[in-house]
Nanobody, 125 residues
Framework: QVQLVESGGGLVQTGGSLRLSCAASSRTFSTYTMGWFRQAPGKEREFVAAINYRGSNIYYGDSVKGRFTISRDNAKNTVYLQMNSLKPEDTAIYYC??????????????????WGQGTQVTVSS
């Protein structure tokens, strides 16, 4: 497993932007598939975005397509989530997740075996 630390959450107004970062403590970060998930109170964990080891395969949840962008910098062992045009319904704890290399980039939380502690994102109306 790899240790993951998220940062960049906070309070923002509707229409604003935030950039989340997830730093990984692994020498083999460049081989990991990375994902972002979120969980709002009383709701199940929801897929947000995923990126394969070299950034050539990227997937987004339907609710964030066109607004969020996932990227990674393997030299810095970091994955990012740029969130634009934020809405109140984006309010949640955002989690970074990792799994060792896989041919398919998974979107299910159960496919990931390393998780960060989460960072709170709150969008005010």
């Amino acid at each position: 497993q790899v240790q993951l630390v998220e940062s960049g959450g906070g309070l923002v107004q509707t229409g604003g932007s935030l950039r989340l970062s997830c730093a990984a403590s692994s020498r083999t970060f460049s081989t990991y598939t990375m994902g972002w998930f979120r969980q709002a109170p009383g709701k199940e964990r929801e897929f947000v975005a995923a990126i394969n080891y070299r950034g050539s395969n990227i997937y987004y949840g339907d609710s964030v397509k066109g607004r969020f962008t996932i990227s990674r910098d393997n030299a810095k062992n970091t994955v990012y989530l740029q969130m634009n045009s934020l809405k109140p319904e984006d309010t949640a704890i955002y989690y970074c997740a990792a799994r060792p290399y896989t041919l398919v980039t998974p979107t299910s939380p159960g496919a990931y075996n390393s998780w960060g502690q989460g960072t709170q994102v709150t969008v005010s109306s």
